[in-house]
């Protein structure tokens, strides 16, 4: 397959190489698709995640929330990421 790089594009290719970051055009294309590979399969299992949570929800397996419990909800969800960025 040839792909045709606009010329920015191609400058921006070549800039990476002169700056060492990639060997050649066709290792930043190939890293280019890597990242757009994982960004693509990210939504995907995001896009099936919310099916998932939207079946629950006209299941009526969703939760009714009123002002104190979001903010017991809320501190909950602080107190878990200090927690988690402690153990870093």
């Known amino acids: ?5 606009t010329p920015e ?3 921006f290719v070549e800039l ?3 700056e060492g970051r990639f060997r050649s055009s066709e290792e930043a294309v190939r890293q280019a698709l890597a990242l757009w590979e994982k960004r693509e399969r990210a939504r995907v299992e995001l896009l099936a995640s919310l099916d998932l949570a ?3 929800l006209d299941a009526g397996e969703g939760e009714s929330y ?3 419990t ?3 909800l809320t501190q909950s969800v602080q107190q878990r990421g200090l927690a988690k960025l402690a153990e870093q």
């Open 9 to 11: 594009q191609n400058s």
């Open 54 to 56: 939207e079946q629950s």
């Open 1 to 5: 397959m040839q792909v045709q790089l």
């Open 70 to 72: 979001l903010h017991e």
């Open 16 to 18: 990476g190489i002169q």
């Open 66 to 68: 009123t002002a104190d």
